[in-house]
């Protein structure tokens, strides 16, 4: 019994590899035309901008000398921007063009959901990983995510040996939201 308890206690304050993470797409909206949408896992080098935070309001009542902090309004901490090779398929680009030509359904806008899983490298401890496979962290959902911008790197002819990296800034509805493993969703 033990031995399981600090197991458990070195998992709690061991960091996390920023690494081994996976990239999902899931459309919200029935109708959305997704030719431009990925299916399934889409692989990333880099997720920026998770996090959020919310305005304190400072509420004074009456002839109280001091004042209360209330929560206010919520809003992302940053912009989330997805980062990855260029590749042929070109699904980010075709995305922003549906954005750009508005030729999904009025309203919808071509949003979707796009879920973001944090896994531990290590997978689940006592267990061999071809079997339980990694184990799920954090996951985050960045709901009704659209792409504002979307940019390439500078393109250079001088013989570097560099990949062609592509971002996409998403606005959202809301703000990302941290969930933590829940196998319903």
Do not use: H
Not at 26 to 38: I, K, S
Request: hydrophobic share 35%; charged share 25%.
């Amino acid at each position: 019994m033990t031995t399981q308890a600090s197991s458990v206690a070195t998992r709690k304050t061991s960091p996390v590899s920023v690494f081994q993470f996976q990239v999902y797409t899931r459309v919200t909206d029935p109708g959305v035309e997704t030719d431009w949408l990925p299916k399934g896992k889409v692989g990333f080098t880099n997720v920026s901008g998770l996090g959020n935070s919310t305005e304190s309001i400072e509420y004074k009542e009456g002839n109280d000398l001091y004042g209360d902090m209330v929560p206010g309004r919520s809003r992302p901490t940053g912009e989330v921007t997805l980062s990855r090779g260029l590749d042929l398929a070109g699904w980010l680009a075709r995305w922003r063009s549906a954005i750009l030509e508005r030729t999904t359904l009025p309203g919808a806008y071509a949003r979707c959901d796009v879920i973001i899983e944090l896994y531990a490298r290590q997978g689940v401890e006592g267990v061999a990983e071809s079997i339980a496979g990694p184990e799920l962290i954090q996951r985050w959902v960045i709901p009704k995510a659209w792409p504002k911008d979307y940019n390439v790197d500078d393109l250079d002819s001088r013989g570097g040996t560099e990949v062609t990296i592509q971002r996409a800034t998403l606005a959202c509805k809301g703000v990302p939201e941290l969930l933590y493993p829940n196998p319903t969703v």
